[in-house]
C-alpha cells in the first residue's frame, strides 16, 4: 500500500491540512443540540468550535456555517462562531439533515474552490458524519474534527468515528487540526495563535500566567513573601 | 482507494443507508439477556430498539424479528417491539445462534428483496455480529446499529466494532440510523419523527417540554412569578 | 447517645417514616432545570420523582407541588407528577428560592397537620436542602430524597448530604423511601406496588418479564426452541 | 438534639448564611496551585471563585484575598478575582499556610466585624481546611465552598470533607453559597444574578440561550426552516 | 465527648466486634435482587456473602437468614450461604419488607443471646437498613457490612451511609469485619482464614499462589527457563 | 473490497472461526502477570481463560500451553487451565518473549495441522500480540480473544486492539469466541455449554438460578411468602 | 456543641496536629499487600508514605513501623520507609491483625510520650483503622492518613472513613498532614520541604521544573527558539 | 490482501520492529506541555519516556531528542532523557510545530541511516502525529508509541490513533514496544532490563520484591512471625 493509506482521495499526497487548499464547514452549533452531548464538556465543545472560526480568520479560511430548523427546540447557534470569523457565511437550510443535500449550502462549498474540507457539527453521528461522508464520495479530501462537534454519547462517537475511517475520512482533534493549520510559532501573528490556544486549552492559560508571572519575579528581582522579613 | 473506503459491498456508491433497498433485522431483544448487557443503560438500550421499530413503521420498512431459546433462561422478547412495528414479522429459531444459520430467517430475510440490511441484537458480540458478518459475505450492504444492540462489556463492543469494520460491516449509532433513514424534517410526519427521537433522546424530551412553554409564555403574555406583585 | 442518632426532632423514636405522619413535598422538577442535572440519569431522576408521587397516591399522603418561576428558562413542571398525584396541590411562588420562604407554601405544609416531611426538589443544594433545613429548625421530621432531586455535580450532592446531615435532615434514597412507606407486601395492593418499582428500576422490570415467561413456560409445557425437531 | 445539627457556633439559630453578617474569604487561588487540582474541572473551579466574587459585589459582602508566596511555583492570584470583586482587599502573607496564622490577615477578618465566613481557598485540604477550621474555634460561623476550592484528589476532598464536618464547619457547593445569598429572584439585580449563573453553570447558558430564541420565535412569528418553501 | 463517637449502645465500650457477644444477620441475598445490584460487581458481592458465613462457621457465630418472598421475581436466596453456613438458621417471611419486622426473624435474633449484630442485605437501602436502623432502636450494637450487600446505585449507597451513620449503625466493609472477627494469626485455624481471604479477594489469591511457586523454585534449586541451555 | 475485509488469509471466505480447523493457544496467564493487569477483573479474566479452555475440550480442539519464566516473578501458570483441558500440551521455553520465536513452541502449533488459531495472552500488548501477528505472517487465520488476555492499561489494549486489526488478525471477545465454536444450543452437550457460560457470565448464573426457581414455584404450586396467612 | 465538634480528646483545644506532641506510625505498607490496593495508585501510595517519613524525620518525630507477617505472601515492608526515616523504630509482632494489640508496639508508642498519632497503614479498613480506634479509645488524639494507607476498594475506603469519623478519629489526606506538620515556608529548610512535596504531587515537580526555567530565561535573556533567525 | 496489512512501508515483511534498522525519536516531553496530559497519568507518561530511552541505550539505538520553544510557557525538556540515553543527540528547532519540518531534525534522521523509527511525542495528536505521518509519507516504517506521548484528552487520543493507523503508521504501547526490542530474557543483559520494566511498571516492582523476600525466606528458613513463640 502506499502511505497514504485509507484516506480518502489524496491520491499519494501526503494526508494532512493543506490551509491554501481548506474550506471550513461549521454545522448545527445549536443551544439546543448542546444540551444532548454527553461526549465532552459543553464549556470545552464551545470553546474548540470557537477556536476553529479564529484559526480560519487568522488563515483567511473560507467559513460556511448552517443551522438545523434554529425555530424549533434545536435551538439559536451560538452566537460566538460568527463572532470570532465574522466573514464566515451562513447558509439557511430547508429542513435537510444533512447539510450536504441543502443546494445552497452544497453551492457554497462549492463556491470556496477548495478540496479540503475541515468539518465539525453537532451532533457528530449525523451533523458532522453525513455532510463528510457526502464530500467524500464527491472527491474532497475531509478532516473531521470530532471534538469540536459534540454527540450523544461517548459510544456514539466510537461508533461514528469507525464509521468515518472506514469511509476515508480523516478523524481529528481540535488541537491537531489548530496545529496543522498554524505549522510553525515563527511567524508574525505567533501571539494571536497563543491567545486561541489559551481559549480551547484551561491549562495552557495556566501555564502561561504562571510563565510571565515567574519572568516578572525574575526581572523585577522581586522577594519571595516567605523570605520576606 | 475509492470514496466507499472500506465498507463492503457498496461498488463506489456513498456507504449510506436507501431506506428505499432496507430490511430491518432485530434479533434477541430478550429480558433475560438484557440483564447480562454492561456498556449501555438498559432503558437506552430498549428506547432505542423501540425507536428503530418505530423509525421502519414509518417507512414501512420491512422487519424480521427472532428470539434465542425465549422458553429458557434469556427470557421472552421485550414486547414493545411487536408494538411499535406490527408488521413485524417474527421468526423462531430452532437453537442456532447466528440467526441467519437458521433457514426460516434466511428465507425471511431473503423475501424482502431488499440488499441494504439495518441490524441491532443482543448480545452485540454475538447476536448482532454474526448475522452481520454473514450477511456481507453473501453481499448485503450492513449496518450495525450498535447501541441497539448490548452487550457484556465495552470492551467487548469495542473488540466487535474492529471486527465488524474489518470485515466491511458499517458500525453505526441510534442518532446516525434514524436521521439517515429521516432525511428531512420537512415532511409531512415530520411530528411522528419528533416523537420517535423524544422517546429516544431524554433531553430531547426536556428541549421540546420547555420549548413549549417558552413560546406558550410568550403567546399569552404571562407574567413571570419572580414578577408578580 | 441514644439510638436515635443526630437525626433532628425525633426525641428517642426510630428514625424511620411514618406514613400516617407524613406530607410530601416535590420541589421545582422543571424540564430546564433537569437540562443542569449531572448526578443522575435525568430518566432515572424523571422516573424516580414520579414513583414517589404514585406512592403517595397508594398511601393517600398529601403532596404538595411548586416551581421556581416555570416562565422562565428554568422551564414547566414535568406534568407526569400531577399525572401520578392527582390530589398533589400546586403553590407557585413569587420568586422566592427557597419554598419554604413563600407564606402560602409554608401555610399548606402545616395545614396538613403532618409532622414528618418527604422532600425532594432540583437541585439539591439548593430546592431540596433549603427547605429540608428550615423544616428540620421548626421542628420537623425531614427526610430529603436525594435520588429523585438532581443536583449539578456528584460533588456538590456529596456536599449537600454533608450538610444535610449535619443539620439533622435524614438522607435517603429512592427504594428506601418507597420501601419504607410500603411496609410489606401482604397488602391488597401489592401489585400496585410491583407497578411502581418496576418504572422506577429497569432491571426489576426485566426480572418481572422473565419470571412471568418462566411460569407461562413451566405451566403451558412448552418446548424449549433448540429442543423443536 | 436541637435542629442546628452538628454546626459549630449557631447556638440554636438556623445553620444558614446570613449575607448581612457574612464576609467571604478567597484563599490561594493561583495559576500554579490550579495545576494540582483533580477534583474538578479548572475552568469550572475559575468560574466558581469568580461567581463567589461577584455574588460578594452583588450583596456588598466585604472580601478577603491572599496568596501563598506567589513568586513562587505557586504562581500569581488569578486576575479575575478582583476584577470581579474590586473592592477586595489583598493581604500578603510572610509563609504561613494557614492564612489565619498571618497577622494581618487574622485582623483584616476581624475588622469586617462579620461573624459568619464563607471561605474558599486552593488547595481545599490545606488553603480552605486549615481557616476554616481555625476560625470555628474562634468562634465563628464558617461555610466552605468546596468546589470553589480545588484539591490535589477527589479523595483528599473526600476526607477533607468529613474532617471539616466532623470540626463543625459547613460543607457547601457553589450553587447553595449563591442562591442562599440571592435569598429570592423577585429583586430590581435579579438580571445580574443570572449572569453570575450563567457564568457559572454552562448549561444554565444554553437554557437562556434557548429561552431568548423560543420566545422571539413566538413574538416575530418566524416560519420554522422546515416550513419554509 | 467520649471515644466511643456516635456509635450506639456502646456505652463507653471500643466500638469493635467481639466475636463472643456477636450474632450474624445475612438477608434477601437472592439471586434476582442481585441483577439489580450496581455498587459492586455481583461476583465480589457473592463472594463476600460468603465469606462472611464462613467466618462465622469458623468462629461458631449464630447466623440467621431469611429471604423476601422468594418464590416471586426476586429469586431464591443463593445456595453458597448456607453451604458455607451448616448452622445457620433459616426464617421464612410473610412479606415483611424490613426482616425485624417479622416476629419469627425477630425471635430467634433474640434467641441467640447476643447483643452485637453483624449484618449485611440485598438492597442495601432496604434490606440491610431497615433492621440495622431498627435493632439500634432497641440497644443493640450493630455493625453494617455494607460491601456484602449490593445496592441499586452507588449514590443510593453513600445515602444509606450516611443516614445509618447519623442513626448510630457503624458502617463498616468486608475486609474490617473478617479482620475484626479473625484477631490474629496466630490460631491453629489460621490456614482456614487464609482460605476465606482467598475466596473473596481474587489479588490475595495471586499473591498466595506466586508466594507458594518462589518458595518452591528455592527450596528445588529450579532453574529459570531463561537460563537453560 | 471483498466481503473477507481486512483479515488476513481468509482468501474470500467468511471471516469467522472453522472448529474443525482450529488450535488453541494459551500463553502466559500467569499468577505475577496477573497482578499487573489493569483492562479488566482479574477474576473475569481467569473466568475467561478457563472457558475458552473447557469450550476447546467439549470441542477436542488442541490447546497448547506455555509460560514466561515462571520460576521467576512472572509467577507459574494458573493451574486451572490445565484442569479445565486437560489434553492442552505445555510447552517450556527459553526465554523467548514471543512464544512463536520458540522452536518447540512454533512446532507444536505447526503438528496440529490447523490453519485457524485461537490466541489469548497475558499481556495483551506482548504475549497475545507478538504470535499473532507472526501466525498471521504466516499465512494463519487468527482470532485474538482480547478480553481472556489482560493487559498493563486500557489505552495500551486499545492500542494493540488497533494494531492487531491493521495486521489482519481478527479481534474478538470471550463471548464471540465461545458461541462462534458452540454453533448452536441444538446439540447434545448443550446443556455443558451453558456450565461454560455460566462460570464466565455471572450475571448468566444469576438468569438460571432464577428461572430454575420460577419454574419449579409453578410446577409445584408454591405459595408465595407474601400471601401465606 | 464546641468547636472541637466531634473529634475525640482535643477537649476543646483545635483539632489540629500539633506536631511537638506527635508520634508517627507507619503500618504494613508491604509490596505484597500493596497489590490488593485499588483506591489510590501504588506509585501515588508508595510516593505518600515515603512523604510521611521524610517530613518525620524533618521535625525529628518519632516513627514507628512494623509488618504483618512478612515472611508469608503479604510480602516484606517497602524499604523507602526505613532509608527515608533512618531514625524509625521497626517493631515484629506475633500475628496480631491489629498492631495495637502487639504489646512491644504498644509499649513502642507509650514510650514516645506524645498524645497526638498520626498514623497510616495498609488496608485502610484493617492496618489503619484498628489501630486508630484502639488509640481513641485509650485517649490519644489520632489523625489517619487514609492515601498513605491504600484498600482494597473505594467503597471500602469510604466506608471505613464514615466509621473512623463516627469514632473520634480526624480523618486527613497527605497534603493536610504535610503542610499542618510544615506550618510555615519561612523557615530554613523550606527547601526540603519543597522536595518532600515534589517527590508527592507530580504536577508540583513539573510546576518547580518549568518555574526554574522560566527564570532562568529571563536571568540569561535566552532568546525563543521560535525567535531565532 | 498480504499479511503486513495496513501498516505501511512493509512490503511484506512482518510488521515488527527490528531494533537493528531502528532509530528513536523523543518529542517535545517539557515539563509545560507535560500539564496539558490528561489521557495518562503524568508519572507514568514520565516513566514510559524514561524506560524507551533506557531501551535505546541498552540496544545502542540512535536517539534524536528536540522540544517546542523550550525558553517559553511550554517549558524544559525533562531532564532524565538525556540522562537515561546519554547518547542522545538533541536538535533544536526554530518554531516549527512539526519536528520533521525542521531541516536539521530530518537530517539526523536522514544520517542515522535506519528505515525504521520509534516515536513518542507530547502532545500526540500534534507532537507524535505529524512528523509520523510525515515519516511514513517518506517511506519509513514508523512505530507511534502513543503512552509514551500524553495527549490533552482520551477522546483526541482515540481519534489521533485512528488518524495513525489510517495513515499507515502502527500504533503500540510502551510494554509492546520494550519487549519486541528486548526479544529474549535469554541475554546476558537481562537484569537491565528487568530494571527498566520495574521504573516503568509499578506493579512488576512489587512483584519482584514480593518474589525475593519469598526466596530469602525459603532460603534462610526463616519462620512466620505468626509462628513465633
Not at 508571572?213 to 520576606?228: F, I
Request: net charge neutral.
Amino acid at each position: 500500500m502506499t502511505a497514504s493509506g485509507n484516506a480518502a482521495n489524496f491520491n499519494g499526497q501526503k494526508p494532512t491540512i493543506d490551509p491554501a487548499d481548506t474550506a471550513m464547514l461549521l454545522i448545527d452549533h445549536q443551544s439546543g443540540l448542546f444540551q444532548i452531548v454527553k461526549d465532552i464538556d459543553v464549556p470545552q465543545l464551545r470553546a474548540n468550535a470557537i477556536a476553529l472560526a479564529k484559526a480560519a480568520t487568522l488563515l483567511k479560511i473560507p467559513v460556511i456555517t448552517t443551522a438545523s430548523v434554529p425555530q424549533g427546540p434545536n435551538g439559536p447557534l451560538i452566537p460566538q462562531i460568527h463572532e470570532a470569523a465574522p466573514h464566515a457565511q451562513y447558509v439557511a437550510r430547508r429542513g435537510e439533515i444533512n447539510a450536504w443535500d441543502n443546494p445552497q449550502f452544497h453551492a457554497a462549498v462549492k463556491a470556496t474552490g477548495k478540496k479540503t474540507l475541515v468539518i465539525a457539527g453537532t451532533l457528530t453521528s449525523v451533523c458532522l458524519a453525513f455532510p463528510s461522508i457526502a464530500a467524500v464520495h464527491e472527491g474532497y479530501k475531509v478532516f473531521a474534527v470530532v471534538d469540536a462537534s459534540g454527540n450523544h454519547s461517548r459510544l456514539a462517537t466510537d461508533l461514528t468515528v469507525a464509521r468515518l475511517a472506514q469511509a476515508g475520512v480523516v478523524p481529528i482533534d481540535i488541537m491537531g487540526t489548530l496545529s496543522e493549520l498554524q505549522g510553525s510559532w515563527n511567524r508574525p501573528d505567533a501571539q494571536e495563535w497563543a491567545n486561541v490556544y489559551t481559549q480551547a486549552m484551561p491549562h495552557y492559560q495556566l501555564l502561561i500566567e504562571s510563565y510571565i508571572k515567574a519572568q516578572e519575579v525574575a526581572n523585577n528581582h522581586e522577594v519571595l513573601d516567605s523570605q520576606r522579613k
